[in-house]
């Protein structure tokens, strides 16, 4: 069974960053697509971040290009988060997935997803 846990989170003002961790185990970390996706309550979760399998390939949705960046450390069986320039309406809770090889920005197809870690901008 993989299990995904995330850390890193919490509130920081306007402009500053924040790293977030998943790490993951139970299962060939290799063999798994990661990504990060946000929540904010009553909406939808929506895709942040994506990293192929091997590492080599990333995707970001398009208000966080520039800022954010995915990263992953197969020693450590870990996915980063470097948020950098944040700002209020990054406010979400942010999950760690999983899904087999893809990459995918739909949230459906993951497999397996962390608990959640909170951020919170302020102004």
């Known amino acids: 069974q993989v299990q995904l846990v995330e850390s890193g989170g919490g509130s920081v003002q306007a402009g500053g960053s924040l790293r977030l961790s998943c790490a993951v185990s139970?299962?060939?970390?290799?063999?798994?697509?990661m990504a990060w996706f946000r929540q904010v309550p009553g909406k939808e979760r929506d895709f942040v971040a994506a990293i192929s399998w091997s590492g080599d390939r990333t995707d970001y949705v398009d208000s966080v290009k520039g800022r954010f960046t995915i990263s992953r450390d197969f020693a450590k069986k870990t996915v980063y988060l470097q948020m950098n320039s944040l700002q209020p309406e990054d406010t979400a809770v942010y999950y760690c997935?999983?899904?087999?090889?893809?990459?995918?920005?739909?949230?459906?197809?993951?497999?397996?997803w962390g608990q959640g870690t909170q951020v919170t901008i302020s102004s």
């Open positions: 997935a999983a899904r087999r090889y893809i990459m995918s920005v739909v949230a459906s197809q993951y497999e397996y």
């Open positions: 139970g299962g060939t970390f290799s063999s798994y697509a």
